[in-house]
T-cell receptor, first 114, second 112 residues
Framework: AQKVTQAQTEISVVEKEDVTLDCVYETRDTTYYLFWYKQPPSGELVFLIRRNSFDEQNEISGRYSWNFQKSTSSFNFTITASQVVDSAVYFCALVVTSYGKLTFGQGTILTVHP | EAQVTQNPRYLITVTGKKLTVTCSQNMNHEYMSWYRQDPGLGLRQIYYSMNVEVTDKGDVPEGYKVSRKEKRNFPLILESPSPNQTSLYFC???????????FGQGTRLTVV
């Protein structure tokens, strides 16, 4: 079985604060992929990043960065100097290639106040 | 333009009246899937398809049917909708299960 847990249901920050969204996953397989998606208030789902289980390098893209740690089964997402436009629901997801199922976490609602 | 198109965007129906939500992609993707989104539960996979004529159950398949007769289309069928199927539904497609998914705009279904 595979599982994704996003323990933070809602986070509220003030603009320019840094914020980290936690994602913990469970799988017994050694080959898997992790994703983050963003759902802004308009409702569409937007891909942010994909990481495979053999690549533990952290990634930075502008104000966004991701920390993948297999030892703790975590794939956390940090937004530096948050902006109001970052307000959205963020989903972490896991797929084990051999199974074909894509499992999402419950999502974290991020609100950035001006 | 590369896209996943779902129809309708909004639907209000009555209990027991069969309905179909259509999903079509123009990217020649092999993998397609359906999700429902409910507050506090995130996105839960209903059914997925690895290729034409290959479908399998996700985590919440009860009350739903799908078919994949052509690569581009993956309709979701509710044979006898019930109020607990009131939800926001998303269709998605990707080259493979482990690549970036492209989502439709969503279908908000209300069953009364």
């Amino acid at each position: 079985a595979q599982k994704v847990t996003q323990a933070q249901t809602e986070i509220s920050v003030v603009e320019k604060e840094d914020v980290t969204l936690d994602c913990v996953y469970e799988t017994r397989d050694t080959t898997y992929y992790l994703f983050w998606y963003k759902q802004p208030p308009s409702g569409e789902l937007v891909f942010l990043i994909r990481r495979n289980s053999f690549d533990e390098q952290n990634e930075i893209s502008g104000r966004y960065s991701w920390n993948f740690q297999k030892s703790t089964s975590s794939f956390n997402f940090t937004i530096t100097a948050s902006q109001v436009v970052d307000s959205a629901v963020y989903f972490c997801a896991l797929v084990v290639t051999s199974y074909g199922k894509l499992t999402f976490g419950q999502g974290t609602i991020l609100t950035v106040h001006p | 333009e590369a896209q996943v198109t779902q129809n309708p965007r909004y639907l209000i129906t009555v209990t027991g009246k069969k309905l179909t939500v259509t999903c079509s992609q123009n990217m020649n993707h092999e993998y397609m899937s359906w999700y429902r989104q409910d507050p506090g539960l995130g996105l839960r996979q209903i059914y997925y398809s690895m290729n034409v004529e290959v479908t399998d159950k996700g985590d919440v398949p009860e009350g739903y049917k799908v078919s994949r007769k052509e690569k581009r289309n993956f309709p979701l069928i509710l044979e006898s909708p019930s109020p607990n199927q009131t939800s926001l539904y998303f269709c998605a497609s990707s080259f493979r299960v482990d690549t970036e998914a492209f989502f439709g705009q969503g279908t908000r279904l209300t069953v009364v």
